[in-house]
């Protein structure tokens, strides 16, 4: 198995997020990194640093707008408020059936209420280098399956499955999931994707809401009471002419892994029945037990359970790192993880 | 001219908003009471205090699930955030084409950023008593024009504008204004709204935006620069039924009163085409020129020479207060507007 990593990823390093109104320590830190390495190394995997990646890349999955705007957010954020070196939104573009549609506008401080979806997605100096790292380690990871490799593994940090087409979102800037499901499409397989981070994959489901050539498939804590509490609904399946092609199965907080299981089967039938030719799995390994964000209640023996079933589908796979915070089973669990799916 | 005011609206006092992602002093004070009320006095005008409303009145223009967030909002805030005394979301139902549509969650963070639109809606203790205080004075205004007053003037505070069915925002928590067109609409009148606000009116263009039988006319600062920045475009026309039945007139940061009065010919003539048997005036004064939003150019004269052109239209009018913040002449450009509309 070849793991994907670049040093650069460690130099987003941003100190706090909002949570409940008020800043507090943002557990999406680089140190993820170290100890996601400590499970890369316990299966012996090879570990290779991917060639760089364009702007032009990313845009296969991302809003040209977006992009120009977080090239330039730093710059132009100093112009309206030198006091805060974090660009943090003061207005969002809120969106719902009784408003008109949102407007992107001109300045910087609108444009931040746009693109930025909330205060879980700070902007550092860095911030735009260590993201392109993480989406470069996916695009190879996707180029190695397309070449023939049976498992790859990208050590995508900051993670990407919050991020839509133009939007940034908890702890995610280039959404690294989708843009591997891109590249192998457009290389010619059929591709699924199953997302299994605690958290709703809104902005992957986002990216193919409306397209039937990539399944996207998620398994997390139902939102109601957890992150992204707007989206992971099961109602949301899909629009237009991707309308099925999208499966939420949300589960209750607490879910051990019987109930887990039972989800899992759901959706592999479901991928099975769209037949893809190489999954992309997001792999958020916050569905941990001893998880800080306490979704669910998975066991280090549980992940290879879920690994070795998942491997039964008998599909070339690219994993690609999401969440999972600092605890200290997160390299053990990558690492159950990856040796079930086959490492 | 009668003048409607409750004394339970000084209880609002939040120290802060956000700017620029900082907390920045709240130019939307208790003091703007007094700066209006001077000039309330310096026409003569006789002062009532409204009798109390209910949340079932406040409910003809505002959606059930907002209304019970926010009357249970701080305690379950308090559940969740017990050092977070004022209520700020850390997430927020961005919506647009791309996304599926948002759904309301069961959590309190989660209704938070569903229900609070930015970061300028500040929640406190004594925010739905003064919100409803400010609301009784538009309703108030409305009834006696429906009883033959020619001219009345709600000084309501906090403002309204902002606020759609279900969204507080940019200082807003109920929408006095729709509150008072929809009072007039229900008792049989045919009623327009016309809103000088330099901040387009966003909150009252989507509570109508699918109706055609309340005419919304905003003129406003162009948004592309300006809050509420995703709305207040000349393209927002009003929606199916209401397709036509809003009118957006953008003018440029800095406008004086010649631009100024060509927009509101505009304007009246587009209200003069529905015919309207009552006009509510939105009433916001942050067009002066030394307001410290810094919008447009309006000097103390010119208030009254807009006062003066909209009385030409010979229409009972409820004049109801929105932005207009501490200046020296808030109060003297409050009495020319109102002199020349008629007190």
Not at 16 to 40: C, H, K, N, S
Not at 293 to 311: M, N
Not at 315 to 343: C, R, W
Request: hydrophobic share 45%; glycine share 10%.
């Amino acid at each position: 198995m070849i793991t994907l990593y670049d040093p650069v990823q460690r130099s987003h390093a941003p100190e706090t997020f909002l949570v409940a109104g008020r800043p507090q320590p943002i557990p999406e830190r680089p140190e993820r990194i170290d100890m996601l390495m400590q499970g890369v190394a316990a299966i012996g995997s090879e570990v290779r640093k991917p060639p760089a990646i364009d702007l032009a890349t990313v845009g296969l999955v991302h809003d040209a707008g977006y992009l120009d705007f977080l090239v330039n957010l730093r710059e132009r954020w100093g112009h309206v408020s030198q006091s805060s070196d974090i660009p943090l939104p003061n207005v969002y573009a809120i969106g719902r059936s009784s408003l008109p549609p949102a407007t992107l506008p001109d300045a910087v401080v609108g444009q931040a209420g746009f693109y930025l979806g909330d205060g879980a997605c700070p902007v550092t100096k860095d911030t735009l280098a260590a993201a392109l790292g993480s989406a470069a380690c996916a695009a190879e990871a996707a180029r190695l399956v397309l070449k023939g490799e049976r498992l790859t593994y990208a050590l995508c940090r900051p993670p990407g499955h919050h991020a839509a087409a133009d939007l940034a979102a908890g702890f995610c800037f280039f959404n690294n999931s989708a843009l591997a499901a891109e590249m192998l499409t457009k290389g010619g397989k059929r591709t699924a994707i199953l997302d299994i981070d605690v958290h709703h994959g809104n902005g992957t489901a986002a990216i193919f809401y409306d397209r039937a050539d990539v399944l996207t498939v998620s398994i997390h804590a139902n939102p109601k009471r957890i992150y992204p509490f707007f989206w992971g609904y099961a109602d949301e399946r899909g629009r237009g002419a991707g309308e099925g092609f999208n499966l939420n199965l949300p589960l209750e907080r607490g879910t051990e892994i019987d109930a887990y299981k039972a989800a899992l089967e759901t959706a592999l039938q479901r991928i099975a029945d769209f037949a893809p030719e190489i999954l992309v799995i997001a792999a958020g390994l916050d569905i941990a037990i001893d998880d800080p964000f306490k979704g669910f209640a998975i066991r280090t023996e549980d992940f290879t359970t879920i690994g070795v079933r998942i491997a039964q589908m008998n599909l070339p796979m690219t994993v690609i790192q999401e969440g999972g915070y600092p605890s200290p089973s997160l390299g053990v669990n990558l690492a159950a993880l990856l040796k079930g799916l086959g490492a």
